[in-house]
Every structure is written in C-alpha cells, then in structure tokens.
C-alpha cells in the first residue's frame, strides 16, 4: 500500500529541466492529479486507494524567480533561460523530507546555503537521488565519501579524480545505503547518469515502492516514461565504447 502523504525536495537552480523530469512520475501518482482525471474517465477511480497526498519543495537561494537551462544566448546566465517560482528557500525548507532529488548544475554553483542544507537534511531525509552531475554537487559537500554512486558517464573521469574517496562506477543508476536517523526503514540513496537515467531510475523507484499497476497506468505508461520499468539499470556497452548510430 502507497504511504498516504509524501514529501518531496528538489534542487533546481541553474539545472537542466530534463535533470528533474522524474517529478511528474511522483506527480501522476498523486491525489490532486487523480482526483482531475476521474472526471475524463470514472475508471481511473479504482487508483483512490493509491493515491498519495504530495507536497513539493522547490528549493533555492532566495524565492525570486530563479534560472534553469538553457540560457537566453543574448542575455547573461544568471538573468537568461527559463526561469521557475521557488516556494522555500535552502535555509527555510524543512530536513526531514521523504525523498530529496538534486539535477546537476555546472561546479560553478555551490551557494553555501545549499552545501548546509544537504549536510543537514542528509541523516534527516531517508531517500536521496540525483540525476546526471547532480551527484558532483552532493560529492562536494563530503557526504559521499565511502559511497557507490554514479554520475553522468561523460563526466566519470571529472568525478573519479575530484572525488577519489567516493566509489564512481559506470552504470545508468546505481543504489547504495545511506545514513539515516528515522525509524521507517534504511537511508537509500539513488544516483543517476544522464537525464534519461535519471528519468528510468525514478521509474524504478516508483514500481519498487507503490502499487505496480498505478504506477505504469497513471505515470509510466501515460507519460511513456519506460512503462513497465523495461530499461535496464546497465549500460549497453562497455565504458569507453560508442554506441554506433544509423
């Protein structure tokens, strides 16, 4: 059975939207969704009792209008590109969340906020993902040291050498236990390669965790987000190598 509520923080700022594209997953699965689409068809009623009540944390520095990608060519990065309404910022958001998801912004964004947030939040809230080089930004704050993690594959080489204590292995998302000061089950924590990884590795988590038929019904299926959990969690070719399009 699906955990009544859920509550669910992501870090944005100056991340490509396909970073953090799993959220409509969560979203499909929940009751304010739903409860809009009984009324296009009765049958999707049967899906009441999975329903979850889900709140979303979209976190920043500040609650102005913040920036993701890509950016307006003729204008700077920081004012340039598609900008999002943040409703809680890092210092304000709550730590204990029930999953926390991080897209990958360039090193060149660290706000000091953010690093404290992490370290604060990281025993507090029990799942963790990241998506492409997202896990460059959690690494930075020193709480992956000793962890099994992945990142986006064209960036491993970046990661391994800037990050020497933390184990980086070439697989599209990778699942490893984390701290975690709750009494609800153990801290996991999810890292994912590229945006499509991370969108796959959602997937997964989501037929891992809820009712299987609602989620490939109301998300995977209706949003042809890897409907039935089909893509693999490994590379199809040995790292190094080019997959040759035709």
Same mark, same amino acid.
């Given at each position: 059975?699906?955990?009544?509520?859920? @509550? /669910?923080?992501?870090l944005?700022?100056?991340v490509? +939207?396909?970073?953090?594209?799993?959220?409509? !997953?969560? &979203?499909n699965?929940?009751?304010?969704?739903?409860n809009?689409?009984?009324?296009?068809?009765?049958?999707?009623?049967d899906?009441?009792?999975?329903?979850?009540?889900?709140?979303?944390?979209?976190?920043?520095?500040?609650?102005?209008?913040?920036?993701?990608?890509?950016?307006?060519?003729s204008?700077?990065?920081?004012?340039?590109?598609?900008?999002?309404?943040?409703?809680?910022?890092?210092?304000?958001?709550?730590?204990?969340?029930?999953?926390i998801?991080?897209?990958?912004?360039?090193?060149?964004?660290?706000?000091e906020?953010?690093?404290?947030?992490?370290?604060?939040?990281?025993?507090k809230? @029990? /799942?963790?993902?990241?998506?492409?080089?997202?896990? +460059?930004?959690?690494?930075?704050?020193?709480? !992956?040291? &000793?962890?099994?993690?992945?990142t986006?594959k064209?960036?491993?080489?970046?990661?391994r050498?800037?990050?020497?204590?933390?184990?980086?292995?070439?697989?599209?998302?990778?699942?490893?236990?984390?701290?975690?000061?709750?009494?609800?089950?153990?801290?996991?924590?999810?890292?994912?390669?590229?945006?499509g990884?991370?969108?796959?590795?959602?997937?997964?988590?989501?037929?891992?965790?809820?009712?299987k038929?609602?989620?490939?019904?109301?998300?995977?299926e209706?949003?042809?987000?890897?409907?039935?959990?089909?893509?693999?969690?490994?590379?199809?070719?040995?790292?190094?190598?080019?997959?040759?399009? /035709?």
């Open positions: 059975m699906s955990p009544k509520t859920l @509550r /669910v923080g992501v944005l700022e100056l490509q +939207l396909s970073d953090i594209m799993g959220i409509d !997953l969560f &979203g699965l929940s009751t304010g969704y739903l809009q689409v009984i009324p296009l068809d009765p049958k999707f009623a899906f009441t009792p999975h329903a979850m009540n889900i709140e979303f944390f979209y976190i920043s520095s500040s609650l102005e209008p913040a920036t993701t990608t890509p950016p307006n060519a204008l700077p990065h920081s004012i340039g590109g598609f900008r999002f309404l943040p409703n809680v910022t890092y210092d304000d958001c709550p730590r204990d969340l029930d999953i998801l991080i897209g990958g912004p360039l090193p060149t964004h660290r706000p906020a953010a690093d404290r947030f992490m370290k604060e939040a990281w025993s809230t @029990r /799942v963790w993902m990241t998506t492409c080089i997202g896990s +460059l930004w959690l690494a930075s704050t020193g709480l !992956l040291e &000793g962890k099994k993690v992945t986006n064209e960036f491993l080489s970046v990661a050498a800037g990050f020497p204590g933390t184990e980086w292995v070439y697989q599209r998302w990778v699942v490893d236990e984390k701290e975690y000061e709750g009494g609800n089950g153990k801290g996991e924590l999810w890292t994912a390669g590229g945006a990884a991370g969108i796959d590795m959602i997937a997964r988590y989501c037929l891992d965790n809820f009712d038929e609602f989620v490939n019904i109301m998300a995977l209706g949003l042809e987000f890897n409907p039935g959990g089909q893509a693999g969690q490994f590379y199809p070719v040995k790292e190094g190598e080019r997959r040759v399009i /035709v």
